[in-house]
Structures are given as structure tokens and as C-alpha cells.
């Protein structure tokens, strides 16, 4: 059963930076998505950045050219740079991991952790 943990959350002035971190445990799988995810008090959960095994990436436009998505396979950790950060990146953080292909039907979500981002 796969198992996702997140760690790296804190407060952080804005301009600062945070990485993330998301530990994955119970799989075997080669072809895999991975997501970070975030949510807003009084906001809907939006996607922040994918990354799927051959390497390719997407971003969200908010955070395009300030956050970055990468993966040490070798630790099955996801990691989320987040540089140049913003009050309105304050958010609960998730990450997520879908077998084989980028499908919601598919989804381990991990438990989050908090980012806040101070003027």
C-alpha cells in the first residue's frame, strides 16, 4: 500500500524560500505522476506542479518560474522548491502520487503540510 509524508512546511517572510518534501513508501511502480497540490482557507484545492517518470514537468501559471518540482528516485522523494514566495502562496501543501499514468483515479494523497508566507 503505497504511503505518502510530507515535511518542510513552516512560516517564511515573503521573498523567502521553503523545500518540501514528500516520502513515498509501499510501491514498486516504474511509471508514476507525481503532484503537489495546495488549498487555501476558503479556497479550492488547486495543483501546483507534475512531474511524471520520463521527466517532464508542469506548473501551475501562479507559481511558474518561482517553484520547482523534482524527484530523487533513488530515495522515492518528491521535493517542491519554493523560491520568491508570496502571502498568497500560504496554503496547506499536499503532495500526491498516481500509478502509471496522470489520473485522479489512481491518487495516494499524502497528509499535507503547512506553508505561510508573512508580508
Known amino acids: 500500500q503505497v504511503q505518502l509524508a510530507e515535511s518542510g512546511g513552516g512560516s517564511v517572510q515573503a521573498g523567502g524560500s521553503l523545500r518540501l518534501s514528500c516520502v513515498a513508501s509501499?510501491?514498486?511502480?516504474?511509471?508514476?505522476?507525481w503532484h503537489w497540490f495546495r488549498q487555501a482557507p476558503g479556497k479550492e484545492r488547486e495543483g501546483v506542479a507534475v512531474?511524471?517518470?520520463?521527466?517532464?514537468?508542469k506548473y501551475a501559471d501562479s507559481v511558474k518560474g518561482r517553484f520547482t518540482i523534482s524527484q530523487d528516485i533513488a530515495a522515492n522523494t518528491l521535493y517542491l522548491q519554493m523560491n520568491s514566495l508570496k502571502p498568497e502562496d500560504t496554503a496547506m501543501y499536499y503532495c500526491a502520487h498516481d500509478r502509471g499514468v496522470c489520473d485522479s483515479g489512481r491518487r495516494t494523497w499524502g497528509q499535507g503540510t503547512q506553508v505561510t508566507v508573512s508580508v
Open positions: 512531474i511524471v517518470s520520463d521527466g517532464s514537468t
Open positions: 509501499g510501491y514498486k511502480y516504474s511509471w508514476y505522476c
